[in-house]
Every structure is written in structure tokens, then in C-alpha cells.
């Protein structure tokens, strides 16, 4: 049986700053996903979603990201470009950077493939819209 | 002559949103100033909304703590219609909640403090090598085996919720869903996997003997017991905070408090105090007092809010921001949580000297508190909570796991408090219902004691106190800052994760 891809939305829908990811997860919670497509709300947790990446064949994560590109702009990020964001010891603040840089060293099972999809925020309703469909493009991309 | 100066200490791995203001003299720390640089309002986010609304919302606050603050928030729920949980409901809950402290209290440990053994500051020191090879950010073989062993953990909340992340399983009158006994059974295979790594990585002994040591002199004979001991990350913690003088460092005022925790089932072998595992009180050094909840208070005169005489009991205090004003006066986000008008530090050690434990009530007589007995008292209190654990998923699967709700009824109108200790402390929510609607909320958390500014009276914050005295000895990399202020396991900003280009990086941009 193959493993799925699994579509993992971060963030927090109470901060605007922030809400990128559970905004995209309504949109596709509301839709009929392909075949081995999987649909998570990552909410807050960073390190705590290792056992969510495990199994999957691809972990897309969508999150909102700051820096890459203006507000609204699609970025989208390797395993190691994210991964190298990763700087000094873990803490509260500690996100998507650190899980990606870790997973290789503590997965279970075959290493997914990770990526991050993003956009500045806040984000409009074309922005969300499409970063939903690129992140079902991604997870389904043999 | 004394040389003065002003340091402004962004603690960014302690949180992005903490900032230290410290005045030094002669390398010394002479006063300090603690400013929580975010406006968090969640309170003022849930008026108006559905009396129930506080369950899914309050979890939100915090990505390390969502179980905690639903667990304090159907607590509220509970006092509001007086429903009394039944005692499989109250097993699962105390389950849920405790598998995030023990998950929590070792990644604190290992991943945030004692990875500052690590740091260029301790190059010379003899044990530097060790601790580079235990405790090297991301790469410390210590740090790895910690991850790698804290991800099974919460599967526990996974099956008791019925769902991860995020689940919402606690309401009013107990659990909205019931888990399967055979489920139960494989929460029983990864609690048991827990213990046997913390007792051989982090005790290096098993718990029965750890909880023998009750007093300091036990405790250097535990150290010298064996190798495995000294091997131990509590070991390691030991033999290199004493030699860095970390139990020298950041005393504080010598005042503790804990709301108490875990409510005691009807029926259950697990013993406590007063009803609860984990007791609650007031300590003013090893003296412990009973708690009065009406004692609890909040100022504002040196935050950002607007302001009141003295302090407000939080069932009739405000989230009112108010950024104007008494400049200079007023510099954090972050009110000043108070007990008996005073400040008062709270955590695993403040629970562990309320509660009278004989280990922690001798190190605090001896040597008072300090940034190393708070961070023992953490990364021990699993072994408080690990043999509780076993109890009580035990009685639940030995019970058929039914009966796990009480129908409270519709919930209109009252008042009403959740209470308990989170990992970092005292945590309470505050909760007034009119209508069917949240007409108040408040909430005071861990870092609300520990990290608050001035009172109306001036008196400063537990760890703002805990500082002063403290030598720095590198402004450029205080790391006798960090130690004290991790101690106290601060926690303003994990609401808010997003991914932040610290530097340049390739991208590959995408059309919208």
C-alpha cells in the first residue's frame, strides 16, 4: 500500500499574522480530496507533529512565512531551505525550522518528502485559494 | 568608581516577544526590568462569543500548553453549573494533562537548559567536551534521543481526545468521547516505554530509588551511588551546575505558590492532599500556607492597561489596553500577577515546597532558591507523576473506561474558576457567562506570575528579584541571564509560529 501524501496546515487561526495555514485547511477541509491525499490541521505544534510526517510518502506543510517574497506572494521551500533556518536551541517560539531539520535524525520508518508552501500574511482570498491548489498539485506530483 | 551601565537583553530563545531591561554595576546585576513585548487578548477575543467557545479558543494561546489551558478551561465550565465529573472523566483528563507535563518537563530540560552547557561561555570549563557532545543545539546526542523519545508521548492525548492535534475532548461534565479499552491498553505499552527511558536516561536509576532522596546530603550520595547516576542528565545537571554556581544563582523574593492540581478521584489508589495529587498552598520559604483563592490579584500600574487602585481579584479585572501615558512607568504587556499583594515565583519547585517535599525544603533551607533546584524540581517532577499515571490508566481499563460524562445542562448564566498547574505554574481561568454568552474572561498564567513587572507598590517581579546580584560577566552573551530566566520557563509567544527568514536562502516563487 503506498503512503500517502498528507497536507499539513500550521498556524493560528486567532492571529491574523498567523492564519494563513487553518485558513487553507477550511478551504480544503470543505472539498473531496484526491486519492492517498491526506488533510491535517497542524495548528500550533511544531516538533509535536513528527508523528503526523511519519508514514507519509510527502508532507506538504502550508504556513505563513515572513521575508521571502511581499504579502501575498507564493514561496514555496525545500526540505533544507527550511531546515536551514534552524539556529540555536529549541524554544517556545521554535517552529517548522527545527522539525525539519530534526526529522532526519529522529524519523521512524522511511524519510518523506517535505516542503513548505507559504505567503506572507495577511493573505487574501485569491492567495489562499491558490496556495490550496498548489499544495493538492504538490502532494499528488508522482 | 562604580561603573553603571544599561543592558537591553532581547532573550530571543527564551521568546521573541521577552525582553530584559538590566542595570549593571561593576558586572554585577543591580536592577531589572522584564517586558512582555506582545499584546496576547485572547480574553478580550472571547467576550461575546458561546459559553462553550472557551474550549476550542483558550488552546490556542499556547502550542506547548493547549491541553492544559482546555483542561483549566472546562474546569471553569464545570464551576459555572457545579457538575461533578465523573471518576473515569477526571482519570482521563489528569492523564491527558500529565502526559504534557512529562513531555514538556524533559524537553525543557534538555532541549532548553541544559543546552546552555553548551555554549562558548563554558569553553574552559573541564566539562565542556561532555556537554557539547550531550547538548549541542540540534546535534547533541542528548538532544536527538530527547525528540526522538518525547514524540510517542502524546500519542496517549491522541487516544484519550480521540484526535491530535488539537482535540477538544474535554467539556463540561467530563469527556465529549470515550476512548476503547484496547486503545487504553496501547496508551499502557507507550507509558511504560516512557518511563523505562526517562528512568535510564534522565534518573539513571528507577524512580523508586530517586524518590529516596530526601535532603542534600541524600542527594550527593545518590550522585556518588554510581556511575549511571552521574551519568544521568540529572546527574550531568548536577555536577555541572554546581561547578558553573548555578545553585548560587537567581534566588528571587522566597515566596512560592501553587493553585494545586489533579483532582483525586472518588475511588483510587493514587494519594494526594486536600483532594488534589499536586497541593496547592502559599510558602514564604519552607513555611507553606493554605491558598486562598480571593488572595489572587492583578496590578497594572506598570503595564500597559488601563490603569485601577492596587490590584483587582481577576473576576472583576480588565484586559483594557492602554499604551499611553506614565512613560517610563508602564513597560510591558504583561500585568503583575499578585498573592496577598505580593509577588510570588511558581512552578515544579514552588509545588514541590508546598507539597513539603523533604528533598526541595532542604535545598531551600540550605541554600534557598535557586536557578538549579528549579530546574532539578523539573526535570524530576515526572517521577512524581509517572507511577500516578500507571494507577490511574489501570483503574480506567480495569472499569471498562465507561462512563467518562455527566450532562450538565444548558449553560446560561454564572460564574465560574478553572484552577490548576500547567507545566510552567499556576494557571487559572476566570469565566462569567450571561445569556449564553461570555460576558467575562480572564486569564493568569505561569509567566504571569513569574514574568510580571512591578506591582503598584514597586515591588518587582519574581524574576525580575531572581536577578539582581546576578554577574555578567559577557554583556555580548549573558549566559547567567539565561540560566535564571529559563529556570522559570518562560512563555509569552508560542501562539505564533510562523516561518522567518533569518538570512538569505534560495526560494522558488510560484504564481498565486
Not at chain 1, 516538533?47 to 515572513?66: I, N
Not at chain 2, 483549566?72 to 473515569?88: E, F, I, Q, R
Not at chain 2, 505499552?189 to 530509588?209: D, M, N, P
Request: with cysteine.
Amino acid at each position: 500500500m503506498p503512503r500517502p501524501a498528507r497536507i499539513i496546515c500550521v498556524g493560528n487561526r486567532h492571529h491574523p499574522d498567523d492564519d494563513l495555514g487553518p485558513r487553507v485547511h477550511a478551504l480544503l477541509a470543505g472539498s473531496k480530496l484526491p486519492d492517498g491525499v491526506e488533510l491535517v490541521d497542524g495548528g500550533l505544534c511544531g516538533l509535536d507533529l513528527l508523528r503526523v510526517v511519519e508514514g507519509a510518502g510527502r508532507a506538504v506543510f502550508v504556513d505563513a512565512v515572513e521575508g521571502f517574497a511581499p504579502p501575498g506572494e507564493v514561496v514555496m521551500l525545500g526540505r533544507e531551505d527550511v531546515a536551514a533556518l534552524a539556529e540555536g536551541p529549541w524554544g517556545h517560539d521554535a517552529g517548522l525550522p527545527y522539525l525539519f531539520h530534526l526529522l532526519p535524525q529522529v524519523c521512524d520508518g522511511e524519510m518523506p518528502d517535505l516542503m513548505l508552501i507559504g505567503a506572507g500574511c495577511p493573505a487574501g482570498a485569491a492567495v489562499v485559494a491558490g496556495i490550496a491548489a498548489r499544495a493538492l498539485e504538490e502532494a499528488v506530483r508522482p | 568608581m562604580t561603573v553603571r551601565k544599561i543592558l537591553d537583553i532581547p532573550v530571543n530563545r527564551v521568546e521573541g516577544d521577552l525582553e530584559l531591561r538590566l542595570e549593571v554595576a561593576d558586572g554585577v546585576v543591580v536592577d531589572a526590568w522584564s517586558a512582555g513585548t506582545m499584546f496576547r487578548g485572547f480574553e478580550r477575543l472571547l467576550v461575546g462569543r458561546g459559553a462553550l467557545d472557551g474550549l476550542v479558543v483558550t488552546p490556542r494561546i499556547c502550542g506547548i500548553c493547549s491541553t492544559t489551558h482546555l483542561m483549566t478551561a472546562a474546569k471553569a465550565l464545570d464551576d459555572v453549573v457545579g457538575v461533578t465529573v465523573p471518576d473515569n472523566g477526571v482519570r482521563l483528563r489528569n492523564l491527558a494533562l500529565m502526559v504534557e507535563h512529562i513531555q514538556s518537563d524533559v524537553r525543557h530540560g534538555i532541549l532548553m537548559f541544559l543546552v546552555d552547557f553548551a555554549n562558548p561561555a563554558y569553553r574552559d570549563h573541564p566539562l565542556y567536551e561532555e556537554a557539547v557532545r550531550r547538548y549541542a543545539p540540534l546535534a547533541g546526542e542528548a538532544i536527538i534521543e530527547a525528540v526522538r523519545e518525547t514524540k510517542r508521548i502524546i500519542e496517549i492525548i491522541a487516544v484519550i481526545g480521540g484526535q491530535w492535534p488539537h482535540s477538544s475532548f474535554m467539556v463540561p461534565g467530563g469527556l465529549s468521547y470515550a476512548p476503547q479499552v484496547t486503545e487504553l491498553l496501547q496508551c499502557r505499552h507507550v507509558l511504560g516505554a516512557y518511563r523505562a527511558w526517562y528512568e535510564r536516561r534522565v534518573l539513571g536509576c528507577s524512580i523508586e530509588r530517586w524518590q529516596a532522596v530526601d535532603s542534600l546530603a541524600a542527594l550527593d550520595a545518590w550522585l556518588d551511588e554510581k556511575a549511571s547516576h552521574r551519568d544521568s542528565d540529572i546527574g550531568f545537571l548536577l555536577r555541572f551546575g554546581r561547578a558553573a554556581g548555578l545553585d548560587r544563582l537567581g534566588g528571587g523574593h522566597g515566596t512560592f505558590l501553587s493553585y494545586g492540581s489533579l483532582d483525586l478521584p472518588g475511588e483510587t489508589a493514587a494519594q494526594g492532599s486536600g483532594g488534589q495529587l499536586i497541593a496547592a498552598g502559599f510558602a514564604r520559604g519552607p513555611t507553606v500556607e493554605a491558598l486562598d483563592p480571593a488572595a489572587i490579584s492583578e496590578h497594572v500600574a506598570a503595564s500597559w492597561y488601563t490603569a485601577s487602585d492596587g490590584g483587582l481579584h481577576p473576576s472583576e479585572g480588565k484586559t483594557e489596553p492602554y499604551a499611553s501615558g506614565k512613560e517610563g512607568h508602564r513597560y510591558s504587556w504583561v500585568k503583575a500577577a499578585r498573592y496577598l499583594g505580593g509577588p510570588a515565583e511558581t512552578g515544579p519547585l514552588a509545588e514541590r515546597v508546598v507539597a513539603g517535599d523533604p528533598l526541595f525544603t532542604d535545598l531551600l533551607k540550605r541554600q534557598g532558591a535557586n536557578a538549579l533546584a528549579r530546574e532539578l524540581a523539573r526535570l524530576t517532577r515526572p517521577a512524581t507523576l509517572l507511577p500516578t499515571m500507571a494507577v490511574w490508566l489501570n483503574e480506567v481499563i480495569a472499569s471498562g473506561a465507561r462512563d467518562v460524562y455527566v450532562n450538565p445542562g444548558p449553560i446560561t448564566d454564572g460564574s465560574g474558576v478553572g484552577m490548576i498547574q500547567a507545566a510552567r505554574g499556576a494557571l487559572g481561568h476566570w469565566i462569567a457567562i450571561k445569556n449564553g454568552r461570555i460576558d467575562r474572561y480572564q486569564i493568569i498564567t505561569p509567566t504571569g506570575w513569574n514574568g510580571s513587572p512591578r506591582d503598584s507598590g514597586g515591588v518587582r517581579g519574581p524574576w525580575e528579584e531572581a536577578l539582581i546580584g546576578t554577574p555578567v560577566a559577557d554583556a555580548d552573551n549573558p549566559v547567567e541571564v539565561g540560566h535564571i530566566i529559563r529556570s522559570f520557563d518562560p512563555c509569552l509567544v508560542c501562539s505564533v509560529h510562523t516561518v522567518r527568514k533569518g538570512r538569505t536562502i534560495g526560494r522558488v516563487r510560484l504564481e498565486a
